[in-house]
């Protein structure tokens, strides 16, 4: 039988030298053995723990970005054999399309997961289904599902692609919905774990918290270059890539850039009725979707339209309790993207330009706008706006 | 629209009256303020009134840009959406009143 150091079996097996210790000192690595101060491990020796993750094993830490391929998702989710696999996958489709019942109704017993992947990529999914339904207890507690699938991986012996993927989910929470999380590790350092379609989801946050800090150079550049990066059939990194692009180049006031951008988008997403990442940053792409839909698609328009009033509605309620919720409630589709734009910094004469009105309609609707939320400055309007 | 009601502003010895109305299309009271970048308007004693969305100021003290973040903005009420420029440098000879507030 031959044997190894323990810090090439922890190399090995993808743990810790400490992990392989422990077991080896509790007797769970068969044939172990101490050579004065050294573990001597077999070099056929497995990790007592494998068997924990037997039953519910996949392949993709993170299966939020499954390869569907264009205008065949469905077909695709169906293929799947593994049924974990093909149960997130499904849950993905079904939230892409906006059928949120449906995905919760799967994602939900998967929050009672040993696996902390398969419950925090489910509570992913119910917590932005049930944001999407205006049910926020359930949302609320789909947050604090992923908080503690993050908190236990960080403090155990757990794989690094496992907890590269929780550390994902977690930052979904923080950037997407500003919820507070403390010591979250840099989502760089962790990206080299993860497949591809995952890593391109995290160049999406990247490029997302760049945007957040209104560096949107450095939104566009992280945007562009994932993109040129990513394989065709990785379908939905790449509409979200394309809308984070799109917002960027709007706040650079590179306004046929941006609608490029969109049309991109949205290419990639309508052959499988993929609408709701236009849903989720409605307000930040500032009237384009408004504006570029209107003629083409006017029912999925009013079907983004409904779903984002009360994806708004919700997130403001997660996001501030008290004084933003007036913004969404009280503001038609209209308002807000005037008060998004003028938010902006944007003239009203661009404004008009921007939205084919004359500039004494955007006047009116902003004074409009300023009477609803009981406002009278832009300094004040921007302090309710969206970031 | 009937006029149902009106609000009387009164600044630096000037009034604007402005009327509030019923908006069918809107389907709630809007109140009708004058633009005075159209029908520009001061008091007696040179000060211009503004509307709080004007954002072409040369001399505006804010990075937003519009009247209504200036401090030289002054308004009867918190909250009005029309008011008077206290700044100098934008003060006029007192233009002739027209009919937009008597």
């Known amino acids: 039988m031959t044997f190894e150091s323990a810090q090439n079996a922890a190399a090995r097996l993808g743990v810790t030298i400490r992990a392989v210790q422990k077991w080896a000192k509790e007797g769970r690595i068969p044939y172990a053995y101490k050579e004065g101060q050294d573990w001597k491990i077999p070099v056929s020796a497995e990790r007592p723990d494998a068997e924990r993750f037997a039953e519910e094993r996949y392949h993709e830490p993170m299966p939020i970005v499954h390869v569907f391929p264009p205008g065949k998702a469905r077909e695709y989710v169906e293929s799947i054999e593994d049924p974990h696999d093909r149960a997130m996958a499904l849950c993905e489709y079904h939230y892409m399309r906006g059928e949120f019942k449906e995905c919760t109704v799967i994602a939900e017993p998967y929050m009672d997961s040993e696996n902390p992947v398969l419950r925090s990529t489910s509570a992913l999914f119910c917590m932005f289904s049930n944001l999407c339904r205006g049910h926020m207890v359930k949302t609320h507690y789909a947050a604090s599902v992923i908080r503690k699938a993050l908190e236990e991986v960080m403090s155990g012996n757990y794989p690094k692609e496992t907890s590269a993927s929780c550390l994902l989910c977690a930052k979904f929470l923080k950037v997407q919905l500003h919820l507070p999380l403390d010591d979250l590790k840099k989502m760089e350092l962790q990206m080299r774990y993860l497949d591809e379609g995952v890593r391109l989801m995290a160049c999406y946050l990247l490029a997302h918290i760049a945007y957040l800090e209104k560096d949107y150079e450095r939104a566009l550049g992280i945007a562009e270059t994932a993109l040129a990066f990513a394989s065709e059939d990785i379908l939905v990194p790449q509409i979200y890539l394309s809308i984070v692009a799109a917002m960027a180049l709007m706040n650079l006031m590179r306004v046929n850039d941006a609608r490029e951008a969109l049309r991109y988008a949205w290419r990639a997403a309508e052959r499988d009725g993929f609408f709701v990442p236009f849903v989720e940053h409605y307000s930040l792409l500032q009237g384009m979707v408004e504006k570029e839909f209107k003629n083409d698609y006017p029912q999925e328009l009013e079907k983004i339209r409904q779903v984002a009033k009360e994806f708004n509605e919700s997130w403001y309620k997660v996001y501030n309790e008290k004084s933003n919720y007036k913004v969404a409630e009280n503001l038609t589709s209209t308002e807000f993207t005037v008060a998004m734009l003028y938010s902006r910094n944007w003239r009203a004469k661009e404004i008009a330009a921007h939205m084919e009105l004359s500039e004494r309609t955007i006047m009116n609707y902003i004074t409009l706008i300023y009477d609803k939320l009981q406002i009278n400055s832009k300094k004040e309007l921007c302090g309710f706006m969206l970031r | ?102």
Not at chain 2, 15 to 37: H, I, N, Q
Not at chain 2, 39 to 66: K, L, M, Q
Request: glycine share 6%; with cysteine.
């Open chain 2, 1 to 102: 629209m009937d006029k149902t009601n009106e609000r009387i502003f009164s600044l630096d010895g000037d009034t604007v009256r402005v009327a509030l109305s019923f908006d069918e299309k809107m389907d709630r009271f809007v109140r009708e303020y004058p633009d005075f970048s159209i029908h520009p308007r001061s008091t007696p004693a040179g000060r211009i009134w503004v509307n709080v969305t004007r954002d072409d100021c040369p001399f505006a003290d804010t990075e937003y840009r519009d009247c209504g973040s200036c401090r030289f903005f002054l308004c009867e009420r918190v909250g009005d959406m029309i008011g008077i420029c206290t700044n100098e440098k934008t003060m006029v000879q007192s233009i002739a009143q027209d009919q937009t507030g008597d």
